[in-house]
């Protein structure tokens, strides 16, 4: 499977400004990875991780960080975006257990099975269910039995009576972060548009269908849910 449907164009002017739109949300990130760490904590010592779509490397750098011998595989279609997670990963002191992959998860060499992968607001740019189902069977191809997914989606059940009041709230957080007032309104008009927005239930039933074990709702802040789940046995 070609990967290209979950492709966002990020030139080096927008990679080179993505981090700093979003330190004002750094909050919701840090709870995030902080979850990420306790639920991954259990893993071997030495054990290697898959970053699928690692964009500025934000969770690669925090896992380095926290487990020093643990081993990283970024896997970025975007060159100014790896670009930057190389980069930072220098800056850290964590590059010499990195591996980086210009490209998508298709275009991976074939090497030994992963312990765990993230996958950190990527599937949900599959629009088609079917394509975002085969996007999480070739995540679990590349897990060892027992490895972990680890996944993160903007996620919302939009007819739901409650969705028109927290799409307000997540609005005010865009503007709060001083992303520009265009880009507000383009979010605004594209939301579950160009961005495959699926009740929360709906996204755990297609993880679930893909070769893992029913996965679990560890962290929420607003729309992105975040679960974790095994590959199934």
């Not at 897990?143 to 307000?168: Q, T």
Request: charged share 25%; aromatic share 10%.
């Amino acid at each position: 499977m070609k990967n290209h449907e979950s492709s966002i164009v990020f030139d080096q002017e927008r990679a080179s400004s993505y981090d700093k739109q979003r330190a004002k949300m750094a909050p919701m990130k840090d709870a995030l990875h902080l979850c990420m760490r306790m639920v991954l904590s259990e893993l071997p010592a030495n054990a290697r991780i898959l970053c699928i779509g690692a964009g500025t490397g934000a969770e690669l750098i925090d896992l380095a960080q926290a487990f020093p011998e643990w081993r990283f595989t970024a896997v970025e279609p975007a060159a100014p975006m790896l670009d930057i997670c190389r980069a930072r990963a220098e800056d850290s002191g964590v590059a010499s257990r990195c591996t980086f992959h210009e490209g998508y998860l298709d275009t991976l060499p074939e090497a030994d099975s992963f312990d765990a992968a993230t996958c950190i607001l990527v599937s949900q740019f599959f629009m088609q269910l079917e394509g975002r189902r085969t996007f999480f069977r070739e995540i679990a191809a590349r897990l060892r039995p027992d490895g972990y997914l680890v996944s993160a989606d903007l996620a919302s059940d939009m007819s739901a009576s409650a969705f028109k009041n927290l799409f307000e709230v997540w609005v005010r957080m865009l503007k709060y972060s001083d992303l520009p007032a265009e880009e507000v309104e383009t979010f605004r008009a594209n939301f579950g548009k160009k961005v495959a927005v699926l009740p929360p239930g709906q996204v755990e039933s297609l993880i679930a269908s893909s070769g893992f074990d029913a996965p679990i709702l560890f962290c929420q802040t607003l729309f992105i849910h975040a679960w974790y789940s095994r590959r199934a046995s």
